[in-house]
């Protein structure tokens, strides 16, 4: 089974300033794929960045990037120069590379970013 | 280009009641998902299919059914609600196949069972 754990339920930034969202996961796949979702307040789920288990380099869009740590199970968002738009919830997620795309959710962060 | 569209936005319904959540994709997408989202906490996956005619149960299948007969649409049916199936559910639909980065999400909709 998959598991995604997220152990900040609130993080309050100042604006500019860069934030990291932690993730954990833990699976037996040797192949997955781990995704951040942004849903602000207005409740639709935004895609961010997704980072393959196999991939050498780490992901980056934009002012997002995952800081993947194989060894250690850590998938954590980095949020650069944040703005008062980030403020929201962000979901980790994981899935199997192969087969049916089904997503496992962490419980989530708010980030409140101040002015 | 709608993406994923999801009807009603919103409902509330009574005890024992039942309904069903439409959920239409325009993009061709063989996979098609239901999540339920309750207050403060991550998706949870309810039933999912990949492609017309084969629906699976997700992780909280219980109180609900599925049925896939197109491509675009996979309606979720709640038989006799009950108070814990207040929630906000998605719909989510992705290409099949291999690393196909993300699922599209519909904008959800939002039960109360009262």
């Known amino acids: 089974a998959q598991k995604i754990t997220q152990t900040q339920p609130g993080m309050f930034v100042q604006e500019k300033e860069a934030v990291t969202l932690d993730c954990t996961y833990d699976t037996s796949d040797p192949s997955y794929g781990l995704f951040w979702y942004k849903q602000p307040s207005s409740g639709e789920m935004i895609f961010l960045i997704y980072q393959g288990s196999y991939d050498q380099q780490n992901a980056t869009e934009g002012r997002y990037s995952l800081n993947f740590q194989k060894a250690r199970k850590s998938a954590n968002l980095v949020i650069s120069a944040s703005q008062l738009g980030d403020s929201a919830m962000y979901f980790c997620a994981m899935r199997r590379i192969q087969g049916a795309q089904k997503l496992v959710f962490g419980q989530g962060t708010r980030l409140t970013i101040n002015p | 280009n709608a993406g994923v569209t999801q009807t009603p936005k919103f409902r509330i319904l009574k005890i024992g009641q039942s309904m069903t959540l439409q959920c239409t994709q325009d993009?061709?997408?063989?996979?098609m998902y239901w999540y339920r989202q309750d207050p403060g906490m991550g998706l949870k996956l309810i039933y999912y299919?990949?492609?017309?005619?084969?629906?699976d149960k997700g992780e909280v299948p219980n109180g609900y059914n599925v049925s896939r007969s197109t491509t675009e649409d996979f309606p979720l049916r709640l038989e006799l609600a009950a108070p814990s199936q207040t929630s906000v559910y998605f719909c989510?639909?992705?290409?099949?196949?291999?690393?196909?980065?993300?699922?599209?999400f519909g904008p959800g909709t939002r039960l109360t069972v009262t």
């Open positions: 299919s990949v492609g017309a005619g084969i629906t």
């Open positions: 993009m061709n997408h063989n996979y």
């Open positions: 989510a639909s992705s290409p099949p196949g291999g690393e196909s980065y993300e699922q599209y």
